[in-house]
């Protein structure tokens, strides 16, 4: 598809006006949970808190790097006692914005997805009970905690470390070059990523990758049309149909959100793709049934690239010392 003149780069921002949202310009609400500045504070320091994980080794940050795209950059991650995951990473980045956290949506939200990580045996492989202990054995976290929560008798619970945690999530968006083009600044795309846009919604690729997040929200088959192989799409690993039990959710994923895209390979659930022009080639193959010729995927890439986003902002933050009842790192499984 060409975009040429005047009249057809309108038709072109029309429709990804009708398909897509700008991110907003503050900090998004979230259910349930007031967001303030204490509060994101706290969920900072937690963000980046290894002793949340039983050995001391593991945080938030390890596998959702905010130096390299909000994720991790390996194939599957690596968690206690150096095990491997069974899925790639996804990006924190934006994530405030997805439906469900997690492939297969088993997570409602960023406070339930915080909770995941630590207790699973491959990740961080804490319990709730260590993790609190560890909290009220730093008075400098006690303290935190009742200015982020000042209505609670006790507010150092695990309910609250991910609340805090969700809070922080939510700061960490990413406007982008697209964005500004969604706000009416029709010279931010260049000709080749205008022209890649309207490949992407001519091919019928933002049936799935569409609103704030470009994905995010629905689950589809991998491999709606011509499933891929099991290089990239694993025979063992069935998706959401772990969380449903039901048969039409096998290899069902949620729809990857593609903002930062290009700054977070490898690509798919699997991890499997490094190249983000081999990863768009089997897209359309896989979930399209097109084959797209080199100009296409090389037109869609370009325009994957204008999702690149500004970070916010981070500054390492300085983490309260140990005291003497502070639980010891372990390298053993921690069971309830």
């Known amino acids: 598809m060409c975009v040429a003149g005047v009249s057809g780069a309108n038709e072109v921002r029309e429709e990804a006006l009708d398909l897509f949202e700008p991110l907003p310009s503050t900090v998004p609400a979230v259910a349930d949970n007031p967001i303030t500045y204490e509060k994101i504070h706290l969920g900072k320091a937690l963000f980046f808190e290894p002793r949340l994980s039983a050995s001391g080794v593991f945080s938030c940050n390890s596998c959702h790097n ?11 991650s690596i968690g206690h006692g150096w095990q491997k995951g069974p899925r790639n990473a996804p990006t924190v980045l934006n994530a405030v914005f997805n439906e469900a956290q997690f492939w297969d949506g088993r997570a409602e939200d960023l406070k339930a997805q915080a909770k995941g990580p630590i207790q699973a045996s491959v990740e961080m492989a804490s319990t709730p009970e260590r993790v609190v202990a560890t909290l009220k054995s730093l008075p400098q976290y006690v303290e935190w905690f009742e200015a982020a929560f000042p209505e609670e008798n006790d507010p150092v619970t695990f309910d609250n ?12 968006i990413t406007p982008s070059r697209f964005d500004s083009y969604l706000n009416g600044n029709e010279d931010a795309l260049s000709e080749l990523e205008l022209e890649g846009l309207a490949v992407f919604m001519d091919k019928g690729c933002a049936t799935c990758h569409n609103g704030v997040n470009l994905g995010g929200t629905g689950y589809y088959p991998f491999g709606l049309v011509a499933k891929p192989g099991a290089d990239v799409l694993p025979e063992g690993d069935k998706g959401r ?6 048969v039409d959710d096998s290899y069902v994923f949620r729809a990857s959100p593609l903002r930062n895209l290009a700054v977070t390979a490898p690509y798919f659930h699997s991890g499997k793709v490094w190249d983000l022009e081999e990863a768009v080639a089997i897209m359309g193959t896989a979930q399209l049934g097109a084959e797209l010729n080199d100009a296409e995927v090389k037109a869609i890439t370009a325009f994957l690239g204008a999702l690149t986003g500004k970070m916010p902002e981070i500054v390492y933050p300085v983490l309260p010392p140990e005291t003497a009842t502070t639980p010891r790192p372990t390298a053993e499984v921690i069971t309830r």
Do not use: K
Request: aromatic share 6%; net charge negative; no cysteine.
């Open 161 to 172: 470390m991910a609340m805090a945690i969700e809070a922080f999530e939510a700061t960490l």
């Open 66 to 76: 905010l130096a390299t795209g909000g994720d991790d950059n390996l194939e599957t």
């Open 241 to 246: 149909y772990a969380v449903t039990g039901t």
